[in-house]
T-cell receptor, first 113, second 112 residues
Framework: IAGITQAPTSQILAAGRRMTLRCTQD?????MYWYRQDLGLGLRLIHY???????GKGEVPDGYSVSRANTDDFPLTLASAVPSQTSVYFC????????????FGPGTRLTVL | AQSVTQLGSHVSVSEGALVLLRCNYS??????LFWYVQYPNQGLQLLLK??????LVKGINGFEAEFKKSETSFHLTKPSAHMSDAAEYFC??????????FGTGTSLTVIP
């Protein structure tokens, strides 16, 4: 059982470049999420999707975009990376319902120079 | 609106001592509450959750937490710390709309 996979594991990126972080889940969960984790700030929600075909903005959406063409995949795109987007990015998924826990991927460590 | 406050960004305990990690929440509706653990260079794993029913919730690895509505708290405890408990711990609250709100985390160090 894979659960949630993220790719790449880590990446060093030049500022101004475009980058897509990939996230795939095999649990058929309706909801998916992207977070960034920064020291002292915990996890902050970037974008979410409650079901395939819909997306919503989280707490820190600026500079990021997402799409949800199907249930399994939820890519996060940085159109033009900036150094402040250096972070660890986590994808998560959950069944519908606020009482359900979220399941997390292993994370992508992104450095923007 | 929902929010979570974790008191103490760093907690150190001796091996075998009580672990107490504090979490207070605010929520305009009855909350669902969660504790997650993160080991170095890994994603978050669920320790335990409170949805409804019994207010004392038992989780994995000997951890438990008690939901106290009057104190708006959901503190995490473990009677006897083990070296393997050293990790980052996050409290989270969820309400309507599937969204989670995480605390800023508490780093637990276990001293041999």
């Amino acid at each position: 059982i894979a659960g949630i996979t993220q790719a790449p594991t880590s990446q060093i990126l030049a500022a101004g470049r475009r980058m897509t972080l990939r996230c795939t889940q095999d649990m058929r969960h309706n909801a998916m999420y992207w977070y960034r984790q920064d020291l002292g700030l915990g996890l902050r929600l970037i974008h979410y999707s409650n079901t395939a075909g819909t997306t919503g903005k989280g707490e820190v959406p600026d500079g990021y975009s997402v799409s949800r063409a199907n249930t399994d995949d939820f890519p996060l795109t940085l159109a033009s990376a900036v150094p402040s987007q250096t972070s660890v990015y986590f994808c998560a998924s959950s069944p519908s319902g606020s009482f359900n826990e979220q399941f997390f991927g292993p994370g992508t460590r992104l450095t923007v120079l | 609106a929902q929010s979570v406050t974790q008191l103490g960004s760093h907690v150190s305990v001796s091996e075998g001592a009580l672990v107490l990690l504090r979490c207070n929440y605010s929520s305009s509706v009855p909350p669902y509450l969660f504790w997650y653990v993160q080991y170095p260079n890994q994603g978050l794993q669920l320790l335990l959750k409170y949805t409804t029913g019994a207010t004392l919730v038992k989780g994995i690895n000997g951890f438990e937490a008690e939901f106290k509505k009057s104190e708006t708290s959901f503190h995490l405890t473990k009677p006897s710390a083990h070296m393997s408990d050293a990790a980052e711990y996050f409290c989270a609250v969820s309400a309507a709309g599937n969204q989670f709100y995480f605390g800023t985390g508490t780093s637990l160090t276990v001293i041999p």
